[in-house]
């Protein structure tokens, strides 16, 4: 049986950049004429997707299947690692939930999950030409190197050549990269073929010195220096990025305050009103919110945890007093439990609280329940007043993950969801409030149908009696690929890359 040809992406910690240089380089071989996937068999990220099938993976892995032109399935992250506090994680295997056990007890369980992860990359092997492994924080973590199963266990176990990413807008790449491959053993440092110098802003002949010293240090080569971007849209892995994202330059009329939940999840569910020109910014502080036009409360993957951060922080009072002066409110998933009275929790499946009270705003309740819901969904709009004007019968796309179900004592359902990969569906999904100013939904990617999203915002403009706007009219997030793969195209030597991989350029 054929197999595919194999390239691992690691790099000397996280947030380096290895999403995206999977990403960039699965765009870069589709164009070339291959068949490409990714794969990561352990990823640790709130920002998840469902796939077609049902199964949740990471948002990482979704974008490079968009990238390389191809479907996303849970054999391209096996392992999905969901923290639901700094000591515990709720483990996904194979798209489905498996447990919520501490750091300490997962790794009781790699050598089992070893198995799974071994038969999910040869499936995507003899499916694919070229199969691009993305690694996890960096391979020299010397204290978790006999129980990992994301870095150099996986590419020896396959045989991999490797390419190191540093990221040098941090400072410290050269010592980074050098250190790095210092503490590989000597077997693991024999694959590691070349070494990538990521985010560099400035002349890049200023560097050549530093990296003719590396590359003699080494005796591995620096097959590239990547430019710092930020002009390119892809949605990236986790909250980290949060960190370092700039606040908006955006200076459209709209300005949007996302509050940024300790555990928030999904936050790419707003890149597209970014891209409608949307003063977009992620509020962690009373002091932060200022008057913005709209409210966003975001999925969380801890919804008691994080409503108590809101109470603590004092911006529970701040969103309640602009909410009942008039300012709307959104809540998806998790944000949207929050916005109802109250959340029961009988079994504790989420915390050590069987009861919680909610913001209030909506006349709804949320019961927790064990099994999580994990689908596609295809939905119509049913309700019209305020934020919904002139969408009612509109249909969308979108996907839930949630392990609530919630009940609206008003019958003020927003959507009705009429069809999941399963086939033909009916039940309701959302609440509406009367004056059409506060709205909740499990929709994930809600925002992301064009239709919806332009009225949306021309409705949240009349609100506030500010002009309407004709908005982009869809977001092209294949140019975006597009622009990546140029990028790194124009900045690694990719002959030398097909050469690693013994594949025909």
Same mark, same amino acid.
């Given at each position: 049986?054929?197999?595919?040809?194999?390239? @691992?992406?690691?790099?000397?910690?996280?947030?380096?950049?290895?999403?995206?240089?999977? %990403?960039?380089?699965?765009?870069?071989?589709?164009?070339?004429?291959?068949?490409?996937?990714?794969?990561?068999?352990?990823?640790?990220?709130?920002?998840?997707?469902?796939?077609?099938?049902?199964?949740?993976?990471?948002?990482?892995?979704?974008?490079?299947?968009?990238?390389?032109?191809?479907?996303?399935?849970?054999?391209?992250?096996?392992?999905?690692?969901?923290?639901?506090?700094?000591?515990?994680?709720?483990?996904?295997?194979?798209?489905?939930?498996?447990?919520?056990?501490?750091?300490?007890?997962?790794?009781?369980?790699?050598?089992?999950?070893?198995?799974?992860?071994?038969?999910?990359?040869?499936?995507?092997?003899?499916?694919?030409?070229?199969?691009?492994?993305?690694?996890?924080?960096?391979?020299?973590?010397?204290?978790?190197?006999?129980?990992?199963?994301?870095?150099?266990?996986? %590419?020896?176990?396959?045989?991999?050549?490797?390419?190191?990413?540093?990221?040098?807008?941090?400072?410290?790449?050269?010592?980074?990269?050098?250190?790095?491959?210092?503490?590989?053993?000597?077997?693991?440092?024999?694959?590691?073929?070349?070494?990538?110098?990521?985010?560099?802003?400035?002349?890049?002949?200023?560097?050549?010195?530093?990296?003719?010293?590396?590359?003699?240090?080494?005796?591995?080569?620096?097959?590239?220096?990547?430019?710092?971007?930020?002009?390119?849209?892809?949605?990236?892995?986790?909250?980290?990025?949060?960190?370092?994202?700039?606040?908006?330059?955006?200076?459209?009329?709209?300005?949007?305050?996302?509050?940024?939940?300790?555990?928030?999840?999904?936050?790419?569910?707003?890149?597209?009103?970014?891209?409608?020109?949307?003063?977009?910014?992620?509020?962690?502080?009373?002091?932060?919110?200022?008057?913005?036009?709209?409210?966003?409360?975001?999925?969380?993957?801890?919804?008691?945890?994080?409503?108590?951060?809101?109470?603590?922080?004092?911006?529970?009072?701040?969103?309640?007093?602009?909410?009942?002066?008039?300012?709307?409110?959104?809540?998806?998933?998790?944000?949207?439990?929050?916005?109802?009275?109250?959340?029961?929790?009988?079994?504790?499946?989420?915390?050590?609280?069987?009861?919680?009270?909610?913001?209030?705003?909506?006349?709804?309740?949320?019961?927790?329940?064990?099994?999580?819901?994990?689908?596609?969904?295809?939905?119509?709009?049913?309700?019209?007043?305020?934020?919904?004007?002139?969408?009612?019968?509109?249909?969308?796309?979108?996907?839930?993950?949630? @392990?609530?179900?919630?009940?609206?004592?008003?019958?003020?359902?927003?959507?009705?969801?009429?069809?999941?990969?399963?086939?033909?569906?009916?039940?309701?999904?959302?609440?509406?409030?009367?004056?059409?100013?506060?709205?909740?939904?499990?929709?994930?990617?809600?925002?992301?149908?064009?239709?919806?999203?332009?009225?949306?915002?021309?409705?949240?403009?009349?609100?506030?009696?500010?002009?309407?706007?004709?908005?982009?009219?869809?977001?092209?997030?294949?140019?975006?690929?597009?622009?990546?793969?140029?990028?790194?195209?124009?900045?690694?030597?990719?002959?030398?890359?097909?050469?690693?991989?013994?594949?025909?350029?």
């Amino acid at each position: 049986m054929k197999k595919a040809r194999t390239l @691992m992406i690691q790099g000397t910690a996280s947030s380096v950049g290895k999403s995206i240089m999977v %990403a960039a380089l699965c765009r870069i071989f589709r164009q070339d004429g291959y068949k490409v996937a990714p794969f990561k068999s352990q990823n640790m990220a709130l920002n998840s997707f469902v796939t077609a099938g049902g199964g949740e993976i990471g948002r990482a892995q979704v974008v490079q299947a968009e990238a390389a032109g191809i479907a996303p399935t849970v054999d391209m992250n096996p392992v999905l690692l969901k923290p639901t506090t700094d000591s515990r994680s709720q483990v996904i295997v194979l798209g489905k939930a498996f447990k919520t056990i501490s750091a300490r007890d997962y790794y009781k369980y790699t050598p089992s999950l070893l198995e799974t992860v071994s038969d999910a990359f040869d499936r995507l092997r003899a499916a694919y030409d070229i199969v691009i492994i993305e690694g996890a924080g960096s391979p020299a973590e010397i204290n978790l190197k006999d129980r990992e199963i994301v870095n150099m266990r996986i %590419a020896r176990m396959s045989g991999t050549p490797v390419l190191l990413v540093g990221d040098i807008d941090r400072g410290g790449v050269f010592a980074s990269l050098v250190g790095t491959l210092e503490l590989l053993d000597e077997d693991e440092r024999e694959l590691v073929k070349g070494m990538i110098i990521n985010k560099f802003r400035g002349d890049v002949t200023l560097l050549e010195s530093a990296i003719e010293y590396l590359e003699n240090r080494t005796g591995k080569p620096v097959l590239g220096v990547v430019p710092y971007f930020r002009d390119i849209r892809i949605a990236q892995e986790d909250s980290v990025y949060l960190d370092e994202r700039p606040p908006s330059k955006a200076t459209g009329d709209l300005e949007i305050a996302v509050i940024r939940l300790p555990h928030i999840s999904n936050y790419d569910d707003f890149d597209p009103l970014e891209e409608e020109g949307c003063m977009v910014n992620y509020v962690s502080r009373r002091s932060e919110l200022g008057s913005p036009h709209l409210i966003i409360l975001p999925g969380t993957k801890s919804t008691v945890a994080d409503l108590a951060y809101l109470r603590h922080s004092g911006l529970t009072t701040s969103i309640l007093t602009r909410a009942r002066a008039g300012t709307p409110v959104v809540g998806i998933c998790g944000g949207y439990q929050m916005l109802g009275q109250k959340i029961l929790d009988p079994q504790k499946v989420e915390s050590g609280n069987t009861e919680v009270t909610g913001l209030g705003l909506l006349d709804m309740i949320t019961d927790f329940v064990p099994e999580k819901s994990t689908t596609q969904v295809r939905a119509r709009v049913i309700a019209d007043p305020g934020l919904l004007d002139g969408t009612k019968g509109l249909e969308l796309t979108g996907y839930e993950i949630h @392990m609530g179900q919630t009940r609206s004592e008003e019958k003020a359902s927003a959507f009705q969801i009429i069809e999941t990969p399963q086939g033909v569906a009916d039940y309701a999904d959302g609440v509406l409030n009367a004056r059409g100013t506060i709205l909740g939904s499990y929709l994930h990617g809600l925002f992301h149908n064009d239709s919806f999203r332009q009225t949306f915002l021309n409705n949240l403009r009349k609100h506030w009696g500010l002009a309407e706007s004709e908005g982009n009219s869809k977001i092209d997030k294949e140019r975006q690929y597009d622009r990546l793969a140029e990028l790194v195209r124009q900045s690694l030597d990719i002959p030398e890359i097909y050469r690693i991989m013994e594949v025909q350029a």
